[in-house]
Each structure stands twice: as structure tokens, then as C-alpha cells.
């Protein structure tokens, strides 16, 4: 299968080519020319694996590559990416939970991440490869983690000095080896300005094999239509068909959400989608009006989903063939504030006993909202409720304790190389670790 860009611009490329330059020359993002649907037999299959994701990787992974990777290594590699569960989990008679925040920083970005870690060095020939990220926070760790110990890989993570929370700077300076914290002297925007030059720097790329790790790239969207592949473990209701599903999914750059319309077209048995946001609602506004206006975002409690430009936006777009109609026949939006979803953790928790984080709570409001009599219902967990303390405990009224794996990741040393903002001193902490 080859590989176009969204914006129609560009030559079709193999994959190897798309997975390492991230956006395509015209600037569009890369997506499948064409996508076959899964065979009977391999939707026999991926039931039969009764929601074990590695299995179901396997399956869903190498049909996607089919052409560029052998089923075998596609499932060692799904194997060491995908070490930790994604369980259903029933929270009242038709609603279930996909909890995809049991990876090592406890947010759903980990499947993409450490997948495209994985297959980033399946394809790599030996050659180094320098990954190079700028980061607010939760990108830079869940990075750091995801490569952590990936042969002929490394990490340079650059992270504003002071301006990342102490489990986030734990994340990415307390794992060393093939990781390289740097702390640098300034704002965010500044290690992004830092990032700019490096990739722009011929003469350093002439040494250095760079590649950005940004959530646009093929190698963490394609994993990400693996995990919806466990909702075929429900089967059909009693005397019913599979389709009778709906899928919430908490959407900010709208990968994920992009990776469910994937899954849908080769063949996940699902009634449609809820495009759930907190106030930064582009998207729904536009599945409403047929208006798409993008603008600045606006800071929220779900922090992860404030985007108020959603990048996969053209992409999503462009798998529907521009046809608004048809894109909605598929989606249905929903957005909610910031008061609505503290209070709906209260109270889901009072109900039901299931706690949910903020970006949960919206999807499961998206869900309410959308879900039709005789119809089941699955919203997606994308991060634990313990990486939102600060928000769930009050809504609760109760403390709850720090998950183990970010209690050691605290403990542990740490250690950040120190950077002004000066882009020289980049170059050469750069060209000084290839050798
Ligand atoms: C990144 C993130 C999202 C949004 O996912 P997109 O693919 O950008 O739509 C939702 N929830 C959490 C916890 C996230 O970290």
C-alpha cells in the first residue's frame, strides 16, 4: 500500500518514506491511499483474541503494512510496545470504558508512542536515530518513556527550565541511557524555536539523523486503530448484530478519533462516533454548522484536549472526500464546560463508583448525550484519574493516592543538561552524542 498526502499535492509514497518524514512536501499529512477491509477470517480472529491487544495488533498491524512488514515481526513488535493492559470495563448495564491509561505515563499517548518507537527502529537500517522533541510536559515523557531503551535510538528532549510539573520532568530526566533531558533557560516556545533551527541546519543534518516524534506521524496513528479492535470482545447484544455500537472519543488534536474512523473502514463493527470536546469545540461547531473556523485555544480542566486547531482536522476531512453529509453520517459532536464535567465526576463517582478524569468525563458526557435506546455505549479512558489530582480530589471530595509508577519515577535522580537559548550550544550537544 502506498501512502498520500491529504492535501493531494505530493507523490504517493512507500511507507518507510511517510513514517520517517512526518508531514508530506506539500504540507498535508500522510494517510492510506487506499484501505482494504479485514478479511472474515481475520475479524474471526480478532474476536477470537477476546480483547488480548497484542494478538489483536498483530492482526489489525500487519494488514495495515501488509506490504512492509512480516506478521511475525509485526507481533514482537506489538509484544514489547503494547506491555500493559487495555481493559473493558463495564461502569453501568450498556456503558463500558476502554481504560487506555495503564502504560508508564498513564495517558493513552503511550500506545502511539511505543509503537512508533518500535517500528521507527524496525526500519531503521543501523544508523542512529536522534529524535528530537520539544515539550510542554506530557509529550516530552510519554517520548522518553516510549524510546526508552530502543536500540540505535535517542531522545533529546528539550523542556522549559521549571515550567513542566515534577512528574513530568521525573519522567524524562530520571531514565538516562539513550535519553537526554535538556533544561532550558526559557519558554516553551523557545525550545520550539530551538527545534526549528536544528531541523532547518543542513550541515547538522548532514550528520545527524533527526526525526520529530510529533502525534501527526503514521507511526502513532496507525496503533491507535489496534485498541478499538477490543470492543469486538462485547459481541453482539442478545439476538442482535455487532452494530449496534457507539464511540465517544475525547478529542484535541483528533488522532485518536482519527484512528477510529481507520478502524471503522476496514471493518470494526460501530454505529458511529461522538466527537467529545471541552469548550474548545471547533470540531462539533462544525458537524453542527458545516462551518469549520479554527482559532486560538482556551485553557481548560481536560488541558490535554485544548486545541483549538485540531491537526488531523484535514486529514479526518479528507478520508470522507471533503462531503460534510457524509461525515456526519458517521460522527455526531458534543462539547462541555468546565463546570459540567467536574460535576459529572462527582456524581459518576457517587452513582457508579467508577472514577473518570476530566478527559474521560467528557467523553462519557458525549456519550450520554448521543446514546440511543437499545444502543451500547463504550467511551474512551485516555488518561488515569491520579494524573488530574488536582481536579478529580475536590471533585470527589476525597484524596486519591499517587499510582506506583509515577510515586518511583519521583524518587528516582535526575539528570537535565542545562541550555540557553542559544542554538549553537544545541548543535554541538547534538554532533557531540552521535559519536
Ligand atoms: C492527547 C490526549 C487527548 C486527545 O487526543 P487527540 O488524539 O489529540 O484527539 C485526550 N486525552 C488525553 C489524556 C490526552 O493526553
Known sequence: MRWVSSRGGSPAVPFIDALFAGTAPDGGLYMPERLEPLSPGQLDAIRAANGDIVAIGTIVGSHLLRDEITVDAMRALVTDALDFPIPLVQVTGNIWALELFHGPTLAFKDVGAR??????HHFTDGTPLTILVATSGDTGSAVAQAFHGVPDTRVVVLYPEGKVSDVQEAQMASLGDNIT??????????CQWLV???????????????????????????????????????????????????????????????????????????????????VNDVVPEYLRTGEYKPRGSVRTVANAMDVGAPSNFERMRAMYGDSFESLRCDIAGAAFDDATVVAEI??????????????????????????????????????HPAKFREVVEPAIGDAIPLPPVLAEAIKRPRHSEKLRVDYPTLKSLLLARTR
Not at 509503537?115 to 521507527?120: C, E, H, M, P, S
Not at 502513532?220 to 455500537?245: A, C, D, I
Not at 462519557?364 to 440511543?372: H, I, K, T, V
Request: proline share 5%; charged share 15%; no cysteine.
Open 181 to 190: 533531558a535538556v533544561a532550558v533557560h526559557g519558554t516553551f516556545d523557545d
Open 196 to 278: 526549528k533551527q536544528a531541523f532547518a541546519d543542513d550541515d547538522l543534518r548532514s550528520h545527524v539523523w533527526l526525526t520529530p516524534a510529533n502525534s501527526i506521524n503514521l507511526g502513532r496513528l496507525l496503533p491507535q486503530t489496534f485498541y478499538y479492535f477490543v470492543l469486538t470482545s462485547l459481541g453482539p447484544p442478545e439476538g442482535g448484530h455487532y452494530r449496534n455500537l457507539v464511540v465517544s472519543v475525547p478529542s484535541g488534536n483528533f488522532g485518536n478519533l482519527t484512528a477510529g474512523l481507520i478502524a471503522k473502514r476496514i471493518g470494526l463493527p460501530v454505529n458511529r462516533f461522538v466527537a467529545a470536546t471541552n
Open 346 to 383: 462527582g456524581s459518576v463517582f457517587r452513582q457508579y463508583g467508577y472514577l473518570l478524569d476530566p478527559h474521560g468525563a467528557i467523553a462519557w458526557l458525549g456519550l450520554r448525550q448521543n446514546l440511543a435506546a437499545g444502543e451500547r455505549g463504550v467511551f474512551l479512558a485516555t488518561a
Open 115 to 120: 509503537t512508533q518507537a518500535r517500528l521507527l
